[in-house]
């Protein structure tokens, strides 16, 4: 825990800052005092310090992984690197973190996916697989490989490592270029479709994708902002920060909104070295 407010010097000196335009510091700068003035006010009478969570205190993070068509690269070389990244994430919550791994897609049917007769599907519990059925016959399908529990690398690892294999769990589909990202975050954050997060921890979604978010109509419209707007509230309320790791400077909007307004960050990229550097930039 670390204690004390940071001048608005050393708050825009911060790495993670530093990539930001003034008024975009100003925005996160402001956002830091209010949860900072907040937390003092909550605390009991004479306590004048507020006391700040960092990821030293432990880290529960949710790899929020888009598994459509396009995805299979990033998901290899993910595969080829957790080791990397979890390493890191150990270093960061000084041995003290739980991993889940979800996975969103889309197809015309509510029974049938590419994986959908894969034991590694089929054996999940059921709490664990959401089927929505959406509009225009479109179905979304969100499904949480690995649940957050204690230090588990080895298990998170190796349902990772099923991920894009034709025999174990194929790449899935995701009809047109929107994908459900959104829906993901929802299940995770207000379903706990992965298990309820820890009090007193760093909480964070990594969510790597490449596509704009498409809600239950695989468009990407007024509707997704403002499902965008209600995620951003609730994510707020469970300290819940999005890091958004996406293809390329091109916006997939309105995730960026996402991750600024809930403390957390926006990369463009999703190798694991960025991945990597996300997660030391967050932990600053």
Avoid at 135 to 161: D, V
Avoid at 202 to 214: E, Q, V
Avoid at 232 to 243: F, M, Q, S, Y
Wanted: charged share 15%; net charge negative.
């Amino acid at each position: 825990m670390i204690t004390g407010e940071l001048t608005w010097q050393q708050f825009r000196a911060l790495d993670s800052m530093r990539t930001l335009n003034e008024n975009q510091q100003m925005e996160h700068y402001y956002k830091y005092l209010t949860e900072l003035n907040d937390w003092i006010s909550h605390q009991n009478k004479g306590d004048l310090l507020s006391q700040i969570i960092t990821c030293a205190d432990g880290m529960d993070i949710v790899f929020l992984v888009d598994y459509t068509g396009s995805m299979g690269s990033a998901i290899n070389a993910i595969k080829s690197a957790i080791a990397s990244i979890v390493s890191t994430i150990v270093t960061e919550s000084a041995n003290n973190y739980r991993l889940g791994l979800v996975l969103f897609d889309e197809y015309t049917s509510g029974t049938t996916s590419n994986y959908s007769s894969k034991t590694a599907y089929t054996s999940l519990p059921s709490s664990q697989k959401y089927v929505n059925t959406g509009l225009g016959g479109k179905y979304q399908w969100i499904t949480a490989m690995e649940i957050l529990s204690q230090n588990n690398q080895s298990t998170f690892s190796t349902q990772l490592n099923l991920l894009n294999n034709a025999t174990d769990f194929p790449l899935g589909s995701g009809q047109n270029t929107p994908e459900p990202s959104d829906m993901g975050v929802d299940r995770i954050v207000n379903y706990d479709l992965v298990g309820a997060f820890r009090n007193d921890v760093s909480k964070l979604i990594i969510l790597i994708t490449d596509a704009t978010p498409s809600g239950n109509d695989d468009a990407t419209n007024a509707t997704d902002t403002a499902f965008i707007n209600t995620l951003v509230t609730d994510c707020n309320a469970k300290e819940i920060r999005v890091l958004l790791m996406k293809q390329s400077a091109t916006s997939v909007a309105p995730l960026e909104t996402l991750a600024l307004n809930t403390g957390g960050l926006v990369t463009d990229s999703f190798t694991p070295s960025a991945i990597i550097a996300s997660i030391q930039n967050i932990c600053l």
